[in-house]
């Protein structure tokens, strides 16, 4: 008591590590080894399963609950696992198979090896995620067959008059972002893909940079927690605001996406 974590040594004399430290019913929200420690903190700790049996009867702790096991693998496990990652590169990047099959192959690889088992491959299908896709598929396709692409497209092409092909660029990137920032990445790329389709037959050009740009635009979702998995992901555990996005990741967005333009104008033409 009275000492920070990083002085405490905490680690080394508990064998656990402080994943979070809540204080009169609130998260501190600061570093870990910055916190000094006052009787009554609650601890989120990440031990093995000798600290119960050595800890619980110490005036030390007042044990509140246990969480869920993480399952802990042999080393030999993860070291595979990095190589069948590495194997799913080495076969696309050198056209032995496509993507979807070398990752097929591998996941296959890892569990005969029980680095997975099928249960675990089960659930971490997000059912939800491909849902969603499906749907804007069919959304995507309304926007081909009703004619509203080649209306955005024809918005688009004004560009094109006065800034030339990197204004073309710069539509179709702004309304890509603008979209995924509010729904999934993939919904997004698939609604947008008609309308750089269309802008591109209009320009009779090649489509590569246009997906290319829809692709990019579609993945640089910086702005809200809801633009992309990853920003969910840590927006509960990281004790982020909805604001904190918005202060630090609306300008990296800008940022982002004009260096991308930039770039894929000076790849492409």
């Known amino acids: 008591m009275g ?7 905490f680690r080394s004399n508990y064998g656990a590590v402080i994943i979070a430290i809540h204080r009169n019913g609130e998260r501190i929200l600061k570093k870990i080894g910055d916190v000094v420690l006052r009787p009554g903190d609650t601890l989120l700790l ?3 399963n000798s600290f119960f049996r050595q800890w619980y009867h110490s005036a030390d702790f007042y044990l509140i609950s246990s969480t869920e096991p993480i399952s802990s693998k042999p080393l ?3 070291r595979f696992s990095l190589a069948m990652i590495l194997t799913i590169v080495a076969l696309t990047v050198l056209n032995v198979l496509p993507l979807i099959a070398a990752a ?6 890892l569990m005969v090896t029980r680095c997975i088992t099928p249960q675990e491959v089960k659930n971490q299908i997000d059912w939800r995620v491909l849902i969603v896709i499906a749907c804007a598929f069919g959304i995507s396709s309304a926007v081909t067959k009703s004619g509203l692409a ?15 092909i990197i204004g073309v660029l710069a539509g179709i990137y702004l309304i890509t972002n603008i979209y995924t920032t509010f729904i999934s990445n993939n919904a997004a790329a698939a609604i947008l893909f008609p309308v750089a389709l269309a802008t591109a037959r209009h320009l009779n050009t090649d489509i590569m940079p246009f997906a290319v740009t829809v692709a990019i635009a579609a993945s640089f979702a910086f702005a809200t927690p809801i633009g992309y998995q990853t920003n969910m992901m840590v927006y509960g555990p990281g004790g982020y605001r909805f604001m904190d996005f918005i202060r630090i990741g609306l300008p990296l967005q800008v ?3 004009v260096l991308a333009i930039v770039l894929l104008y000076a790849v492409y033409y």
């Open 3 to 9: 000492r920070n974590v990083r002085d405490s040594n």
């Open 46 to 48: 990440l031990a093995d």
């Open 76 to 78: 030999w496990q993860a």
């Open 104 to 109: 097929g192959f591998a996941a296959f690889l």
């Open 150 to 164: 080649e209306l955005l497209s024809h918005a688009i092409l004004t560009c094109n008059q006065y800034w030339g």
């Open 255 to 257: 940022i982002a996406g």
